[in-house]
Each structure stands twice: as structure tokens, then as C-alpha cells.
């Protein structure tokens, strides 16, 4: 096979989820497979875990449409003679009047299911192109079986056989970590000094980190600990909302808002909780719950759309639109030691069936049946 992936995702939007899922598929796709000639479309520094044999690395502008994508690109492609042409961001980027038979990776259609939640202009720009994208596309590749029937909902005439599901994961650095340690971090470091609950995951509305906000406030008085809620994420937007909201309810020393959390961090914060909580609305797959589990941190997270794929009964799920699971969610799990051992065991063991190898396994099954 000779395949061609943009590649420019995994340096341009690094730290995101589409960033991080980019860098790890292309680098295991890259160790799995020596016998097979890639091409890869970069931007910005370069990732030395693409430099093999058996890759040639083409440098492209970062921006999405105009010369380098309408033109530079496709000649390329042309040149290289590629089987199949990936696309991994939602497949903007794509030209629609390639002759190049492209796979794009769809993450969820959030634009279409909750538009007040995404930016204006992204919304547009979406929603203007996905019809194009689905239409233009030899196959589709999504991460849960949920977004896969997202794809389906909006566009019914797309061939279901055409589109395979390949679940994400959480990265190496992802592991349980001393806990006693990890308390002493975010007590010189947050000074809290307190048995925490923890949230990572941004303050989008679809994220609902004001209902946990609420909720928290109204049972933190039935806990048998002092516990404080740490919350990751930047402090812009809906995060100085949320901010505002805490201090005009005096509950400063309750909430704690952390800012960013680098990803070398996380596994400290999620390894320290007592609990994670991820009360989302919706997720096209659910990738903080999996990283606590991973950490064997005990997890109250949504049991709606695909979040349930990704926790199975390893978590206490709840209907993040009914406020009063959620309270009877934090008040039974930490005030129960021997739940939070389950949950903590339980869910561990439910994250070890989800790698970046199996997710690039499954991407290359899918290139070969496309292109066979």
C-alpha cells in the first residue's frame, strides 16, 4: 500500500484531543508497519517517531484551504501515486475535486448536535463543509459506535460498510502513581491540602462543569471528609463564567480552579482524587474518564452517549440532566471506602482493553479493506 496522512495536526493542535490522537496513531501505525510506504503531509517541528525507512516526509503550510491544499497537496499525491490519502481532523482540509481516494477521521458531529457550544466560526465553516467531506470520502473512520450512528442520523445515504470504528486511548504516561505522593504535589502545588474531587476536560457548556459546580455545593456537607473539587481547564469564556459564579457564591475555599494541566501532570492529579467526575452532556468518545481509569482513580461520569462504550459498569454512571444523581453519586461513592476500591480496581482493568495499538491496527484494516 502506499499511503499519504496529513499529518500537520500532530504539532499544529498538540495538546488537543485531536492532536494527541494524530501523533499516536501515526507513530504506531509507523512501528507496526515497515513494509508499506507512507507519506506524511507536516507542519512545524518535526516528530522524530515519524523518521523510518519507509516514510516520505512532504512539509506543508498549516493553514486550512487556498494554494496548499487545492493545489500543493493533491499534486503531490499525484505524485507519490497514493493508494489512499487520510485525513484525521474531521477531514477539513479536504479538496473536494481530488481524484484521490481519501479516508477522513469524523470525531463526532458536536456542530450539528449542540451548535451553541462550538465557536461561530468553527460552527459555519463545519457545518458548511461536512456535507462535502461525508459526500467526497471513500470511507470513514470514528471512534465510538454512538458517533458512528451520529454519521448515519445526518447522512443516511453514507454505505454503513464504509465506516469503522476505531476506539481511542489513553497515552503511556497514563498509570497509577503513588497516591501519597501525588497529594503532597497538588498540596505544594494547588495548596489544597484536603481529600480532593477532580474534573479535567474544559469548560464548553456540553462539558456541564457548572452542574457539578452545583452539585458539590449542595452535598459537600453530607461527605465525611472536607473534601475540595479541583477543576483543570482554561480560565477563559465559559471558565471565567464558571469563575465568576464561585466567587459571587463565596465558595473559593471549596472550588479550585487550576488552570491548564500539562499533559505530563495529569496522571499526578488523576492518580491523587478520590474520585473523578465528568458529568458531560455528550461526547463522541469520553477520553478523560478513560485516562482516571487508567490512573485507578473512581470515576461518576454520564450514561449517555458514548461514554458507557468507554467505562462499561467501571463507573458510576448518571444522567448528567438530573441533578439529584448526581448528588446521590458523590455523597455513595465517597463516603463509601469499599466502593471507591472497586470502582478504582474495576476501572483500571477495563482501561487496559483500549491501546493506541489497537486503534492503529484497526486504521490499517481499514486502509486495506478500501483499498482492496
Not at 311 to 324: F, H, K, M, V
Amino acid at each position: 500500500m502506499k499511503i499519504a496522512i496529513d499529518a500537520r495536526s500532530s504539532t499544529l493542535h498538540q495538546g488537543t484531543g485531536i492532536g494527541t490522537y494524530t501523533s499516536n496513531l501515526i507513530s504506531e501505525i509507523l512501528s507496526l508497519d515497515s513494509n508499506d510506504e507512507f507519506t506524511l503531509f507536516c507542519s512545524g517541528k518535526f516528530n522524530k517517531e515519524f523518521n523510518k525507512e519507509n516514510v516520505n516526509i512532504i512539509y506543508s503550510s498549516g493553514r486550512h484551504g487556498g494554494f496548499y491544499e487545492k493545489y500543493y497537496i493533491p499534486n503531490a499525491l499525484n505524485k507519490v501515486h497514493a493508494d489512499l490519502y487520510h485525513i484525521p481532523q474531521n477531514g477539513i482540509g479536504l479538496d473536494f475535486d481530488t481524484k484521490i481516494p481519501t479516508i477522513v477521521t469524523i470525531h463526532d458531529l458536536i456542530p450539528y448536535i449542540m451548535p451553541e457550544t462550538v465557536g461561530k466560526g468553527y460552527l459555519e465553516r463545519f457545518l458548511n463543509n461536512m456535507p462535502n467531506i461525508i459526500s467526497n470520502s471513500r470511507g470513514i473512520l470514528t471512534v465510538s459506535e454512538y458517533s458512528k450512528r451520529d454519521i448515519l442520523k445526518f447522512f443516511s445515504f453514507y454505505p454503513e460498510e464504509k465506516i469503522f470504528v476505531t476506539p481511542l486511548a489513553a497515552n503511556n504516561n497514563f498509570k497509577p502513581l503513588d497516591k501519597n505522593q501525588c497529594k503532597l504535589y497538588v498540596k505544594n502545588t494547588f495548596k489544597v491540602d484536603d481529600p480532593y474531587i477532580l474534573y479535567i476536560g474544559g469548560f464548553s457548556l456540553r462539558k456541564n462543569a457548572l452542574g457539578l459546580i452545583k452539585s458539590f455545593c449542595k452535598v459537600y456537607k453530607d461527605l465525611n471528609k472536607p473534601y475540595k473539587l479541583l477543576l483543570g481547564g482554561p480560565l477563559k469564556d465559559e471558565g471565567e463564567k464558571l469563575l465568576s459564579f464561585v466567587q459571587e457564591n463565596n465558595l473559593q475555599d471549596k472550588v479550585v480552579f487550576c488552570g491548564y494541566i500539562e499533559d505530563d501532570i495529569l496522571p499526578v492529579l488523576y492518580s491523587g482524587c478520590d474520585a473523578f467526575v465528568y458529568p458531560s452532556f455528550y461526547e463522541g468518545f469520553g477520553l478523560p474518564p478513560l485516562e482516571a481509569m487508567s490512573c485507578k482513580a473512581p470515576v461518576i461520569t454520564s450514561s449517555i452517549t458514548s461514554i458507557p462504550e468507554v467505562t462499561g459498569d467501571s463507573a458510576i454512571l448518571i444522567n448528567p440532566y438530573n441533578i439529584e444523581e448526581l448528588d446521590n453519586a458523590l455523597v455513595d461513592l465517597l463516603n463509601n471506602e469499599t466502593l471507591k476500591a472497586e470502582l478504582s480496581e474495576k476501572g483500571y482493568l477495563r482501561s487496559l482493553n483500549f491501546t493506541w495499538n489497537k486503534t492503529a491496527k484497526n486504521t490499517l484494516n481499514a486502509y486495506r479493506s478500501l483499498i482492496s
